[in-house]
């Protein structure tokens, strides 16, 4: 059968349309905007007891050698402004309830920014105190700004479908030009952001490859087991110590490893991409349990994420809606003579190919009593 051959031109304006018509994966930055506003605010909940010495005024990296760093790097944070320990506890329960903000997806817009400026500040207040971890969320924090990560899963998205069962049609824009212009500028910015994420998250793996390539440890097979005996990431020795003597296995992991690693970009356009991401599922597990680096793990998996096509998080939900019928917890007792009315609080979903919201799309609304869900 023969393939179509796309002039130029053609590849020109197809890559055009992909990127102005409707923002992609919006399911997918959406889990990525819940996975890391809970896995921020679970890492600033752990550090609680430990956030003076961590980023406070009583931290071992004053806030003079901050400042030096600074004057090098060119970094800046909110936490430098006051040595104040007042200043430092209201800096510490604002990007508490900024990331419970965005993982909730409330004025995501606004709040994404502020979110992205707290993980800055917090990152560069004590950069060499943390496990690494808080550097990809930083990235992505910087990333998800560009997105419109607030469309799926949200409260923006139930107020959004709530406007819309109101049949409220006003626009805040004072020409449709002007909206048209405001809806193509979004949807550029969430796919450029999205594959900026995407490209990202490739340029890890493979870079994390290509450098365990040149290490002899990884060519002989034996990278893991010093690993497993390094005492500042045996958070288990006896657990570890169990694993080492897995000899054989611990070889057979390394060079999985690394071939998942390297072979990672080249992957993601097939099915083959699907088992690629469950083995790195296992392998982060492993790198949390075993070494005790908990945030570094949830970052990657939460980075993974972004690979998934729309229609798994469709079918995904489907099946959490079964198992809750099945378990009885749906269920609801209404007269069988009376019709079930339609929640105005549930948002307009879309499939893997589907339209985007009618809010921001530039066709015409469609009237609510109109809409039909399948």
Known sequence: MATEQLSPRERGRRLYALLTERPL????????????????????????????????????WTPELAAQLYDQTGWASILALSDSRTYFELCYALAVVTSALFALGWRTRAVSVLFALVVASFHSRSIFMTDGGDNLILLMAFY????ACGRRWSLDARRAARDGAKG???????????????????TVLHNCGLIVIAVQVCFLYGSAGLYKVQGGTWGSG?????????????????LSQIADEQTVL????????????????????????????????????GIAVLMGL?????AMIVADLVFLPDRFYLALRRLCGRAVRRAG????????????????????????????DSRHTAGPRVPPTRRVRR
Not at 34 to 57: A, Q, T
Not at 144 to 147: A, E, R, S
Not at 168 to 186: E, F, K, N, S
Not at 224 to 238: E, I, K, Q, S, T
Request: proline residues 10%.
């Open 329 to 356: 917890l749906g269920k609801t007792t209404r007269p069988a003579d009376k019709a079930l009315p339609t929640s105005p609080l549930l948002p307009q979903q879309g499939g893997a190919d589907g339209p985007a």
């Open 168 to 186: 409220d049609g006003r626009t805040t824009t004072p020409t449709g030009q002007l909206r048209y212009a405001r809806i193509m500028l979004v």
């Open 294 to 298: 908990p945030l570094f793990s949830g």
């Open 250 to 285: 611990l070889a057979i992991t390394g060079y999985a490893t690394v071939l998942l690693q390297v072979a990672f970009p080249f992957v993601l356009f097939g099915r083959l991409k699907y088992p690629v991401l469950t083995a790195l599922l296992g392998m982060h597990i």
């Open 144 to 147: 998800l700004v560009l997105t």
């Open 222 to 238: 034996t990278a893991m087991h010093y690993v497993l005996n390094l005492d500042l990431f045996r958070p288990w020795p006896g």
């Open 25 to 60: 994966s919006l399911y997918a930055t959406a889990a990525l905007r819940i996975g890391y506003g809970l896995l921020y605010l679970g890492f600033l909940l752990r550090e609680f007891p430990h956030r003076d010495e961590i980023w406070g005024p009583g931290s071992p």
